[in-house]
């Protein structure tokens, strides 16, 4: 019902900066809160930013100071800036949209996952 496109992963230097951008599109009448998350090899999947629709943001602390989430309402997409970026930021980085659309009068949500993208910090 949701597509999740991510783009602008790949490989950095220790201290460089990526931004990642996700692109929702379908059946979306409005969205919820945005997210990034993040999966190390052998770790759990973590929780990186989130911006909910009024603006406000949380943040994991070890990437507070160093990484920015925003939104862009219009397009239904939300974007991550990663400067400072350290060897353990690396990972696969997906994004998590919280949706809604109302159908037969009634709201339904959507809570949808892309499909990752690699970031690897490596000299």
């Known amino acids: 019902q949701v597509q999740l496109v991510e783009s602008g992963g790949g490989l950095v230097q220790p201290g460089g900066s990526l931004r990642l951008s996700c692109a929702a599109s379908g059946s979306i009448f409005g969205i919820n809160t945005m997210g990034w998350y993040r999966q190390a090899p052998g770790k759990q999947r973590e929780l990186v930013a989130a911006?909910?629709?009024?603006?406000?943001?949380n943040y994991a602390a070890s990437v507070k100071g160093r990484f920015t989430i925003s939104r862009d309402n219009a397009k239904n997409t939300v974007y991550l800036q990663m400067n400072s970026l350290k060897p353990g930021d690396t990972a696969v980085y997906y994004c998590?949209?919280?949706?809604?659309?109302?159908?037969?009068?009634?709201?339904?949500?959507?809570?949808?996952w892309g499909q990752g993208t690699q970031v690897t910090v490596s000299s």
């Open positions: 998590n949209v919280e949706s809604f659309r109302y159908y037969s009068s009634s709201r339904q949500g959507f809570n949808s």
């Open positions: 911006i909910t629709s009024g603006g406000s943001t």
